[in-house]
């Protein structure tokens, strides 16, 4: 079955950085789009970013941009997102995401919280 685990959360303070990774198991990674949500207290669950698969383009949420890199790698069935600059706005629960086969399957989400 898909299975996510997600790590690199945890509490950083405003100006600091995280790497998030979510690898992937149960299905073939590389034919996968990728992306990655957040979800704040009180607030919907958004798009962070997204890569697609082989092209690796990417997008991202005019919040994030210049600031979170999203990337893959696909002999490591792993997503990755670098997060820089980080500010509190950016505390969330952060959820992995795959596009596979017309289903989305979701990460069970990393709490990341950006305080001083």
């Known amino acids: 079955q898909v299975q996510f685990v997600e790590s690199g959360g945890g509490l950083v303070q405003p100006g600091g950085s995280l790497r998030l990774s979510c690898a992937a198991s149960?299905?073939?990674?590389?034919?996968?789009?990728m992306s990655w949500y957040r979800q704040a207290p009180g607030k919907e669950r958004e798009l962070v970013a997204y890569i697609t698969t082989y092209s690796g383009i990417t997008t991202y949420a005019d919040a994030v941009k210049g600031r979170f890199t999203i990337s893959r790698d696909n002999a490591k069935n792993t997503v990755y997102l670098q997060k820089n600059s980080l500010k509190p706005e950016d505390t969330a629960v952060y959820y992995c995401?795959?596009?596979?086969?017309?289903?989305?399957?979701w990460g069970q989400g990393t709490q990341v919280t950006v305080s001083s």
């Open positions: 149960g299905f073939t990674f590389s034919l996968a789009a």
């Open positions: 995401k795959a596009r596979y086969s017309s289903r989305d399957y």
